[in-house]
């Protein structure tokens, strides 16, 4: 389990399967990752035992700290394509996520207008309305739906206690189309069950749940990286291809990565 963990604020740019030439944030601690998610295929690890309070980078330090890699990035002709929030979990859980969104579009707009700004979340801050006003703001709204069952959320995620799949459609649907859902299959065996969430069974609720979401671009990926949880498979990209025509078949904008 060679799982990894961003040890900077700022880390790039790097060139991303998705996104292009992207340069990070990380607005989660730098030491262990911290998210209300502990999905099973996670490159950053599970969630760890936590004694202490989770010590944040204030919003002070995060603008400061990109404004000078920005500022260098500028002055070595080094253009990126996206800012993107990421890093060591979900940066959505940040207290001061709304005000750090408006300093990165601050600064984005000083440095490199065209670059958009974007953010990977899990969705599941979206009953905060400064975090929904915030990602109404970003370029790339990226929101993960890896099912459309509950159960299998449940496993592929494991979600925090309260986790509720009808209030997450509620939330998603809210954006109005400023949305990009995000969705990992795999498969492949966890915790004594079977796991492939390319099946009918999970396929046909899915591509219903899209319908009801209305998202402006479905983002289809798989594994890339060492797992926490053993025994997951990649999806083949011929597959990943091939559940991308049926979204398209739907009138979706999609993206495959393999």
Known sequence: MATFLFDKIIFGPVK???????????LLPETAK???????YCECGWNPERKEPVTFHSREEVKKALDKKLKDMMEHNQKPDVI???????????PEFA??????LE??????PSAKVAVL??????HNPAVFAALNKVDDNILKLDSANEATIRLHNNPYPGFSLAKLMEHLKAFKGHLIIQTLF??????????DNTVPSELDPWLEALKVINPREVMIYTIARDTPAQGLEKVPLKELKEIAAKVQSLGFKTQVSG
């Open 107 to 112: 600064l984005r707009n000083l440095y490199f």
């Open 84 to 94: 993107t929030f990421a890093g060591n979990g979900e940066p959505t859980i940040h």
């Open 16 to 26: 991303s399967r998705r996104l292009g030439v992207s340069l990070g944030i990380n």
């Open 121 to 126: 979340s899990n969705a599941t801050m979206l």
């Open 186 to 195: 795999l498969r492949g065996k966890c915790k004594g069950h079977l796991i």
């Open 34 to 40: 911290f998210c209300n998610f502990n999905c099973i």
């Open 99 to 104: 005000g750090i969104i408006d300093d990165t």
